[in-house]
């Protein structure tokens, strides 16, 4: 109970420090205006694609969403590393703005149903950039690894909040007005969106364009080679596309089932989604466990089955009582699915592809949903709707059961060292860096026992380590001099890296000491390539040297 009692309370604090952090607190701000407007367009499109051609209109737009946007997705990730994350974004949410102000236009001027169409299709192709690019400048915004995974646990509830609020404000305002006005309405939404974004201040300018290491096609290909050579990666991606191939056909199945197996008639079908939400909302909440849990892999396969089952439930056991409650619970798991899977990936995958690794993420989502809404009716044909429902939610526990092992492997590799977090933490050079970076640092220190009277290295030496003091003590000598004594929590050994010359001192163990060490290119990578840490390790070293400049 006392270890939950303290889960509890890391959680809470950082889901405070969200609010408490400015820059944060915007984006979350802006994804909710970008999920709003997204949904709340949807609904106005397929409405008006339903009053020019009927079902074959609705089908046209449900393909003018998924593949259009598989093909995008890969693309719009290499745009989110190529270039600035936060101007992608706002040019993404400020493009969509006026594609939607401009099909507003067309049809208010009653214009030919294919401007509209070709407008939708921009929307969808410039949304493309904006996630990606958000799901990865989210890690450097956040400070520590529990307020990444409260930061995913919040976006993941605004995500399934969205869901409904965006349907909903489509509805209410079609009841009292027409299709345009809910264009209208929805640009107002991403235009929203950019101003949060614009107010964002980072603690440090993001770098411009790359120069390209080769052609487009390499560079759009980045993400699926990381991917590849990454057999973490592979696992995750291929369980998430998993998830979204039961997803697509889930949307056709629950559609089916409300009319023939539940009795519930055409109203049923929006009541189900409706239950699928509610349990996306509950998730939220329950997700807050996952913060500062680092056991991720292994929730993450959990989630899977908790999605999966209740499908396969529904088919067992067709009352519609009871497919209210599974359904609910369907969606329970879907959000825990995307907090841990999301923020597994965020924590496994490099910074400089991280954005074209979701933009494969989101391309594999975009086909197997595609693919899976495919599939449903041919199952519906082949099996019933009962045998189909069996089938579709048999798949997740079918491919994530097996994978557990991999899952806890996944978990062992992605355990961030808490003590070795918290000692770089409080050096200043390493302070400004962001959360990723430091995991990634933490990761990589080393363990060294020292016994008494040991010398670490002695003046003259070549440079190769970076060490902190853990326990003991290190005296510091210069010259055949005595000039300083290090405890637990002081670092020594940087000068040689940053300046590159030979050590300037002797350091030597005067009692037994435990140190954590890190490599020369680690060091030099995370300290040289921030500016606030670069200026804070020249201090020291300017210190250390008794120079005034």
């Given at each position: 109970m006392q270890a939950l009692r303290r889960q509890l309370l890391d959680s809470v604090r950082a889901f405070a420090s969200i609010y408490r952090n400015p820059s944060l607190r915007r984006l979350q701000l802006a994804w909710i205006g970008s999920s709003v407007g997204t949904w709340g367009y949807v609904v106005a499109l397929m409405v008006y694609a339903y009053r020019q051609g009927g079902p074959a209109a609705v089908g046209l737009v449900g393909m003018?969403?998924?593949?259009?946007?598989?093909?995008?997705?890969?693309?719009?990730?290499?745009?989110?590393?190529?270039?600035?994350?936060?101007?992608?974004?706002?040019?993404?949410?400020?493009?969509?703005?006026?594609a939607l102000a401009a099909?507003?236009?067309?049809?208010?001027?009653?214009?030919?149903?294919?401007?509209?169409?070709l407008l939708a299709i921009l929307v969808t192709l410039v949304s493309q950039a904006f996630q990606p690019a958000e799901s990865a400048l989210l890690p450097t915004l956040a400070e520590s690894p529990e307020e990444l995974a409260a930061a995913n646990v919040a976006n993941t509830t605004i995500e399934a909040a969205g869901y409904f609020v965006g349907p909903a404000l489509g509805g209410v305002v079609l009841a009292v007005s027409n299709v345009?006005?809910?264009?209208?309405?929805?640009?107002?939404?991403?235009?929203w969106s950019a101003a949060m974004l614009a107010l964002i201040r980072l603690r440090e300018p993001e770098p411009g364009p790359e120069a390209a290491r080769g052609t487009w096609q390499y560079e759009a290909l980045a993400g699926f080679r990381t991917i590849w050579r990454d057999p973490r990666l592979r696992l995750i991606i291929g369980l998430f596309a998993a998830q979204t191939l039961v997803y697509g056909g889930f949307v056709v199945l629950t559609a089916v089932a409300s009319i023939r197996l539940l009795g519930l008639g055409s109203p049923g079908i929006g009541y189900?989604?409706?239950?699928?939400?509610?349990?996306?909302?509950?998730?939220?909440?329950?997700?807050?466990?996952?913060?500062?849990?680092?056991?991720?892999?292994?929730?993450?396969?959990?989630?899977?089955?908790?999605?999966?089952?209740?499908?396969?439930?529904?088919?067992?056991?067709?009352?519609?009582?009871?497919?209210?409650?599974?359904?609910?619970?369907?969606?329970?798991?879907?959000?825990?699915?995307?907090?841990?899977?999301?923020t597994l990936l965020q924590r496994a995958v490099p910074e400089e592809v991280l954005a074209r690794v979701f933009g494969v993420l989101h391309s594999a989502f975009f086909a197997t949903g595609g693919i899976g809404a495919i599939l449903a009716p041919a199952l519906i044909s082949w099996l019933g709707i009962r045998g189909a429902l069996i089938v579709a939610g048999a798949v997740l526990p079918a491919v994530t059961i097996p994978s557990f092992g991999l899952l806890a492997r996944i978990d062992r590799t992605l355990t961030v060292p808490t003590a070795q977090l918290e000692a770089l933490r409080a050096i200043e050079m390493f302070a400004p860096l962001p959360a990723p970076t430091l995991e990634a640092l933490a990761a990589n220190?080393?363990?060294?026992?020292?016994?008494?009277?040991?010398?670490?290295?002695?003046?003259?030496?070549?440079?190769?380590?970076?060490?902190?003091?853990?326990?003991?003590?290190i005296e510091i000598e210069i010259d055949g001099r005595d000039t300083n004594v290090l405890g637990p929590g002081e670092h020594f050994g940087e000068i040689a890296l940053l300046r590159d010359i030979p050590r300037t001192a002797t350091a030597r163990a005067r009692k037994e000491t435990q140190l954590y060490a890190l490599d020369r290119d680690a060091?030099?990578?995370?300290?040289?390539?921030?500016?606030?840490s670069s200026e804070a390790a020249e201090t020291v070293v300017v210190a250390r040297l008794g120079l005034t400049g």
């Open positions: 003018i969403r998924w593949f259009p946007a598989a093909a995008a997705a890969p693309f719009g990730g290499m745009i989110g590393d190529r270039f600035p994350r936060l101007r992608v974004m706002v040019v993404s949410d400020l493009v969509r703005a006026s099909a507003a236009a067309a049809i208010a001027l009653d214009s030919s149903a294919v401007i509209v169409y345009e006005t809910v264009f209208i309405v929805t640009a107002v939404a991403f235009l189900l989604n409706a239950a699928l939400g509610v349990g996306g909302l509950i998730g939220g909440i329950v997700a807050v466990a996952l913060v500062g849990n680092r056991r991720l892999g292994l929730t993450f396969g959990l989630a899977l089955i908790l999605w999966g089952s209740p499908i396969l439930a529904i088919g067992l056991w067709a009352k519609a009582a009871p497919a209210f409650v599974l359904i609910g619970l369907a969606g329970l798991g879907l959000t825990l699915v995307d907090v841990a899977g999301f220190l080393m363990r060294v026992g020292v016994p008494a009277g040991e010398t670490i290295f002695r003046q003259g030496d070549h440079g190769d380590r970076f060490y902190i003091v853990d326990s003991g003590e060091f030099l990578g995370a300290v040289t390539g921030h500016a606030g």
